[in-house]
């Protein structure tokens, strides 16, 4: 019998801060780091979170892999941060700023392919969505005011996690099932790149209602994996948002069953 007294290990992928002669800290170096708020979304569930240090770097000893990570934890977050390199999905940049970060993304995808062997839950917040949606074949658009003017502001700088919209969720999905009942499907919004084409294998579990966006994926296959575009770890009760505790239960579920999977006798 399960020891309910295990608590999961979820791993969180690092964000990466690269070598910059006008930071004042560590400037030679490469920094990695995670937003504090993911980690106590993830704690507040009763789970450990644990940030991944990439394994991968002139530095590293060559004695730890992705595949050991996967092993060990219970289930993978990808997290915000850094624009996705268009390179990943078969494009060059538009524009120089929007080139992204190919370092991360190759790291995030090795990730990705790691714990999918290993038969453990991953789980994409905004540029996770993204990354997992290239990761699988998707496209993205690189930034939706200059390729879909019509669209909503999706990022506003000024207004960050408090610029809102509304959800539309998509009938007899899985999504739709762990938000019944909720009472408000506010969600924030704080993203310039959003899904163009999306990956094979999944399928599309919310949209925003004024523009068509998608905010929700899920694969369909074998592997549990899923994603959202809004910052759940950001939403708080008294900003009348979404109540996001559904989405951090199934993915716990599914880590839970990995965990116990692994704890079995063969």
């Not at 924030?188 to 959003?194: A, K, R, T």
Request: glycine fraction near 8%; charge should be negative; proline fraction near 6%.
């Amino acid at each position: 019998m399960e020891d309910q007294k295990v608590r999961l290990k979820i791993g969180i992928s690092a964000c990466f801060l690269h070598p910059d002669p006008a930071r004042t800290v560590f400037a030679k170096k490469t920094l990695q780091y995670i937003e504090q708020s993911m980690a106590h979304w993830i704690m507040a569930a009763g789970a450990l979170p644990v940030m991944i240090p990439s394994p991968v770097a002139d530095s590293a000893p060559g004695e730890v892999h992705f595949d050991d990570y996967a092993d060990w934890l219970d289930g993978l977050v990808l997290h915000g941060g850094a624009d996705v390199w268009p390179g990943s999905y078969g494009e060059q940049p538009l524009e120089e700023r929007w080139s992204g970060d190919r370092v991360r993304d190759v790291y995030e995808m090795a990730l990705i392919r790691a714990f999918v062997a290993e038969q453990k839950p991953v789980f994409g917040v905004c540029r996770g969505m993204q990354l997992i949606n290239v990761a699988f074949g998707g496209t993205l658009y690189q930034d939706i005011g200059t390729q879909r003017p019509q669209s909503l502001v999706h990022r506003d700088a000024d207004r960050y996690d408090h610029n809102f919209h509304q959800l539309e969720v998509v009938p007899k999905t899985r999504l739709e099932a762990l938000l019944a009942g909720t009472g408000s499907y506010k969600i924030n919004s704080i993203h310039h790149q959003g899904i163009k084409s999306l990956a094979p294998g999944f399928v599309v579990e919310a949209h925003c209602p004024q523009d068509g966006m998608i905010e929700a994926i899920r694969h369909t296959g074998a592997a549990w994996v899923a994603a959202v575009q809004w910052h759940p770890e950001f939403h708080r009760a008294e900003l009348g948002t979404l109540d996001d505790r559904p989405l951090l239960q199934d993915f716990l579920t599914a880590a839970r069953a990995a965990q116990t999977q692994a704890r079995t006798p063969s």
